[in-house]
């Protein structure tokens, strides 16, 4: 079965680029997505598709994908983009979701 | 604005059953495939289910498989997880979303609890 591996923690200073990675044989072939999740509260989508930013998020959000990685980029990170960030693909019709990474922005 | 309201949460004995409604606006419910996403008390994101636009396709995790039942009524733009024979390990909130290879909206959850 498939399996996608982030971090479990990313720390950075404000101002400074973090970067996320996830890992997994699926998306060779399908689509990654991203979501925050910040405490207490419900998942937002912040990537689709690799690289597409749904209307609304911040343009310092980028998706990238080479091979089996995806990437997702904060550039010049701010502390209210600490949350816990999760990738997600679809496979053998399911949906398989990365075990999540903190990202820490102080 | 898109809108998906999650109810029917609370606490239940092992080997019971309770019922989530997801009730939606602000878009074409019967266009859309829906799903179900749970997260465990400090847990990462497990997903549950998700259900064809019109019915005809439905699909679960291994775990609840037997147990869960995803189901929707297009006029009344609602989504239902029907779920028997609960476990403790069942414990989780439960959010419903817009979508299923490609979620782009999702509820707030409901938290359902089972524990003796």
């Known amino acids: 079965s498939y399996e996608l591996t982030q971090p479990s923690s990313v720390s950075v200073s404000p101002g400074q680029t973090a970067r996320i990675t996830c890992s997994g044989d699926v998306l060779a072939k399908r689509y990654a997505r991203w979501l925050q999740q910040k405490a207490g509260q419900a998942p937002v989508v912040v990537i689709h598709k690799d690289s597409e930013r749904p209307s609304g998020i911040p343009e310092r959000f980028s998706g990238s994908s080479s091979g089996t990685t995806v990437t997702l980029t904060i550039s010049g990170a701010q502390v209210d983009d600490e949350a816990e960030y999760y990738c997600y693909s679809a496979a053998d019709n399911s949906v398989l979701f990365g075990g999540g990474t903190r990202l820490t922005v102080l | 604005q898109v809108q998906l309201v999650e109810s029917g949460g609370g606490l239940v004995k092992p080997g019971g059953s309770l019922r989530l409604s997801c009730a939606v606006s602000g878009f074409t419910f019967s266009d859309y495939y829906m799903s179900w996403i749970r997260q465990a008390p400090g847990k990462g994101l497990e997903w549950v289910s998700y259900?064809?636009?019109?019915?005809?396709?439905?699909n679960y995790t291994d775990s609840v498989r037997g147990r869960f039942t995803i189901s929707r009524d297009n006029a009344k733009n609602s989504l239902y997880l029907h779920m028997d024979s609960l476990r403790a390990e069942d414990t989780a909130v439960y959010y419903c979303?817009?979508?299923?290879?490609?979620?782009?909206?999702w509820g707030q959850g409901a938290l359902v609890t089972v524990s003796s």
């Open positions: 979303a817009r979508g299923a290879e490609d979620i782009d909206y």
């Open positions: 259900i064809s636009s019109s019915s005809i396709y439905t």
